[in-house]
């Protein structure tokens, strides 16, 4: 990681490259214009779908709402072209379809979720007026991030800051009363400010994993350097790895004890793979899955709620009927049964029959609307997301930036992983939602803060270097000057 | 009704593959490793092993010197910033630029009174250097080898 990245200076040198090179360096904000387009389009037609399969009216108000992502859309490609040119095409598309397709898929729910009102004779609040609301205070946020952080590097300034008031955030629900921080679905991790709930950790989330890219990166050679060795394992001093271990203590205990679950599993993992990044070591990743298995036995041993959980995973069917038991998995894979390789077709399922269909549980829904072709897709595109923010933090020259958009493009891939995992049932459900698909504020705004550190770092990596000399010319004294020769006879 | 679905779910990896071109598109772009397009089977057709390693001086004042080469272009020529400095009556102040497109060196000749040489043919434009042929500058001959 220390070597420096070679062909980065490209074949520009520090006297003749004062205009950049097009060719050399093409911000390709044309592809991410494009690829925004058809994003649109794709939601255009979910949506058209939906309408046409729930027996809606098809009017040309569809054009309009299309017209009108892509014009939410169109402003953060705009800004992006103004504020990071050089930045990364396939993120902002990517991003931009998930939350579309979540949109849909979100309004898709409102509609049978009021059917089933309205033959129970009651009224309920549709969810996706709130999202479409969120998602522009989203893209807001986006922007002022955007534009506040010129240069991703300034944020190591704060890192201790960000690492404080990351756990304060996470801390706050806990400590607050009920009355502000109410327990809903058995996990006291809101807040309630208004008519609106915020989940505080998701945004401690980046701010830790901001604290710890720039503490490793800042302690990165004492780590490696000084220690004891215990064991064959190169173990840092207790004062060099104080903070991380009293970060990622206090972190997993609030968590734990707001029976948190998905989040715990996701820092855990994060912090994990950026010390693993930092050090190189495996050592550390095999130590760590050493302590994830201990941490998960003395877990299951400690608290009901996980054993519940396990115990739904085993068998969601022996379950079935009790409270807090398998019903919900059960259900999500009936979907996903019923859904098979094809689907049932947007808005001719009924995922409404899962419990939290549009949170934790909308990949069960568009599992079972689009099939498994459909879900796939989904799960590419959420890999192609990674994949580029992996790709930046290689390209990117400073080891503040890899660690940072590494660990942030894990945090998104894991994010996936543990949702969609728990929703198939290949690992224990923890309550987490599917970023940008999902209903949900707090994720939603998190995740675009996210991709905006992302493209951030892409910009960076992309950028052609201008003036970066590895040591500044000599001024010679005019008297001891060259003097070109013009002509010798030979 | 089954027309759509099929549709849709065709249009969603329409969307995969174009993301997915793009991707292969700037394969090398990214890290600045390749500029010229074509670059991107030659590099996977089996060249591993033979790609220049050092610049070599062969002949002149300065025969015997190896500079590693790790990415960044080459500047050759008498200003003392260069990063071959030629201590050579012939050669001007900057001389030549040795740089990296994609996997290979390219010679251009920064506008030199004596002009540079790769092999015999006097450089005009950049061109690309081979490994083991000549480069020669006034009286300093260098060479690429792996």
Redesign the interface.
């Known amino acids: 990681m220390s070597s420096?990245?070679?062909?980065?200076?490209?074949?520009?040198?520090g006297?003749s490259n004062a205009g950049v090179n097009p060719?050399?360096?093409?911000t390709?904000r044309g592809?991410e214009l494009l690829?925004l387009g058809?994003?649109a389009?794709?939601v255009s037609?979910?949506l058209m779908?939906v309408e046409?399969?729930q027996e809606q009216q098809l009017t040309f108000r569809i054009f309009w709402y299309g017209l009108a992502f892509l014009g939410l859309f169109g402003i953060a490609h705009v800004a992006v072209r103004r504020f990071a040119p050089y930045a990364?095409?396939?993120i902002l598309?990517?991003v931009a379809?998930l939350n579309g397709l979540g949109l849909v898929m979100i309004y898709r729910i409102d509609l049978a979720m009021t059917e089933v009102a309205l033959r129970a004779g009651k009224q309920i609040n549709n969810d996706v007026p709130r999202q479409i609301l969120w998602t522009t205070v989203a893209l807001g946020l986006f922007l002022a991030v955007l534009v506040v952080v010129k240069d991703h590097r300034t944020l190591t300034k704060y890192h201790y800051t960000f690492g404080l008031v990351g756990l304060v955030l996470l801390a706050l629900p806990a400590l607050l009363p009920s009355a502000i921080a109410p327990t809903i679905n058995g996990a006291k991790i809101w807040l309630k400010v208004g008519p609106f709930s915020l989940q505080p950790g998701e945004f401690s989330k980046i701010l830790l994993l901001v604290f710890f890219a720039a503490f490793l990166v800042a302690k990165r050679d004492l780590f490696m350097a000084a220690g004891r060795r215990v064991l064959g394992i190169d173990l840092p001093r207790a004062r060099d790895l104080g903070p991380v271990v009293f970060a990622w203590a206090c972190s997993l205990g609030v968590l734990v004890f707001q029976k948190d679950l998905g989040t715990s599993l996701l820092f855990f993992g994060t912090i994990l793979v950026m010390l693993y990044v930092a050090t190189e070591r495996g050592i550390w990743v095999g130590l760590g899955l050493t302590l994830f298995v201990g941490g998960a036995v003395v877990a299951y041993k400690l608290f009901t709620h996980v054993q519940q959980r396990v115990a739904n995973w085993f068998d969601p069917l022996a379950t079935y009927a009790q409270a807090g038991g398998g019903y919900q998995i059960a259900q999500a894979l009936f979907g996903l049964g019923t859904g098979g390789v094809?689907?049932t077709?947007?808005g001719?399922g009924r995922p409404e029959l899962v419990p939290l269909a549009n949170t934790d549980f909308i990949a069960a829904a568009i599992g079972e609307e689009?099939?498994f072709?459909?879900l796939a897709?989904?799960l590419?595109?959420y890999t192609?997301l990674a994949?580029?923010g992996m790709?930046?933090a290689?390209?990117v020259r400073d080891t503040f930036g890899k660690l940072l958009g590494g660990g942030l493009s894990f945090l998104l891939i894991m994010q996936v992983f543990v949702v969609v995992g728990g929703v198939t049932k290949l690992i224990p459900m923890t309550g987490i939602t599917a970023p940008f698909l999902s209903y949900g504020g707090s994720s939603l705004l998190a995740n675009y803060v996210l991709v905006a550190i992302l493209l951030r770092i892409?910009d960076a990596?992309?950028r052609?270097q201008t003036g970066s000399?590895p040591r500044p010319?000599?001024q010679?004294p005019i008297a001891e000057a060259?003097t070109?020769?013009?002509?010798?006879p030979t | 009704m089954q027309l759509t679905r099929a549709g849709f779910l065709a249009l969603l990896w329409l969307f995969v593959l174009a993301a997915l071109r793009v991707v292969r598109s700037d394969l090398y772009a990214a890290s600045g490793l390749r500029v010229a397009v074509p670059g991107f089977r030659k590099s996977v057709a089996g060249k591993r092993g033979k790609v220049p390693r050092q610049l070599v001086v062969t002949h002149g004042a300065l025969a015997g010197t190896r500079i590693t080469l790790d990415g960044r272009p080459i500047l050759m020529g008498r200003a003392d910033d260069s990063t071959l400095v030629l201590d050579d009556d012939y050669a001007s102040t900057r001389h030549a630029r040795l740089s990296l497109r994609g996997t290979d060196w390219y010679v251009e000749d920064l506008g030199s009174t004596n002009g540079t040489y790769l092999d015999r043919a006097k450089v005009t434009q950049p061109l690309r250097v081979p490994l083991g042929v000549p480069i020669r500058i006034g009286k300093t001959v260098i060479e690429l080898r792996s």
């Open positions: 420096p990245v070679q062909g980065a200076v490209g074949p520009t040198t006297q060719a050399a360096a093409p390709r592809t690829l058809f994003a389009i794709v037609a979910a779908l046409a399969n990364d095409p396939l598309p990517c379809l094809g689907g077709g947007l001719a689009l099939g072709i459909g897709a989904l590419m595109v192609v994949l580029r790709r930046s290689l390209a892409s990596a992309r052609p000399r010319v000599p010679a060259h070109v020769m013009v002509e010798r």
